[in-house]
T-cell receptor
Framework: ELKVEQNPLFLSMQEGKNYTIYCNYSTTSDRLYWYRQDPGKSLESLFVLLSNGAVKQEGRLMASLDTKARLSTLHITAAVHDLSATYFC????????FGKGTRLHILP | AAGVIQSPRHLIKEKRETATLKCYPI?????VYWYQQGPGQDPQFLISFYEKMQSDKGSIPDRFSAQQFSDYHSELNMSSLELGDSALYFC????????????FGPGTRLTVT
């Protein structure tokens, strides 16, 4: 059964710093998703990673996938306050399973 | 640009009633996903459709059913509503042509009293 673990679950960091969110999944998955959610709002898709070694970047966010280690990372470079949100990863076998989310709070 | 449309945006029902939520995907997207998010919870995948056929099935209760119609819109039918069904219901659309990236609707907030 596919399980997805995300860590850390809470992260408070200073603006300008770098940090990484980790997403481990337990069985073979053919897609790895990263989403952002602001309080009370819908989900926003950030990245979809399909193959081993895939790396995608958008602004200060970069996601990567290592299918052999069953690990995806979301790296935040030089964080800014606007990136404060909850970030979810999700993996797919024949259903999509979400991690518990990382609540990111960036201090000015 | 057209986005995913969900209706209604808010819905209040009583226990044991039925509800129908609708989702209109972005034009030319062939895949629709349904998610449920309870208060303070992480999203739960319910079900998805590709080209009007069910593709993946998640934690959708037997009391719920869904389908995708010939115009690609989808409906989530919920019967014998329970208090625990109170949640935000999101729909997303996607296509293989865009690398399976999902575009989400604003959600329907269902309150069961």
């Amino acid at each position: 059964e596919l399980k997805v673990e995300q860590n850390p679950l809470f992260l408070s960091m200073q603006e300008g710093k770098n940090y990484t969110i980790y997403c481990n999944y337990s069985t073979t998955s053919d897609r790895l998703y990263w989403y952002r959610q602001d309080p009370g709002k819908s989900l926003e898709s950030l990245f979809v990673l399909l193959s081993n070694g895939a790396v995608k970047q958008e602004g200060r966010l970069m996601a990567s996938l290592d299918t052999k280690a069953r690990l995806s990372t979301l790296h935040i470079t030089a964080a800014v306050h606007d990136l404060s949100a909850t970030y979810f990863c999700a993996a797919r076998d024949d259903k999509i399973i979400f991690g518990k989310g990382t609540r990111l709070h960036i201090l000015p | 640009a057209a986005g995913v449309i969900q209706s209604p945006r808010h819905l209040i029902k009583e226990k044991r009633e039925t509800a129908t939520l609708k989702c209109y995907p972005i034009p030319r997207h062939d895949t629709v996903y349904w998610y449920q998010q309870g208060p303070g919870q992480d999203p739960q995948f319910l079900i998805s459709f590709y080209e009007k056929m069910q593709s993946d099935k998640g934690s959708i209760p037997d009391r719920f059913s869904a389908q995708q119609f010939s115009d690609y819109h989808s409906e989530l039918n919920m019967s014998s509503l329970e208090l625990g069904d109170s949640a935000l219901y999101f729909c997303a659309s996607s296509s293989r042509d865009i690398g399976y990236e999902q575009y989400f609707g604003p959600g329907t907030r269902l309150t069961v009293t």
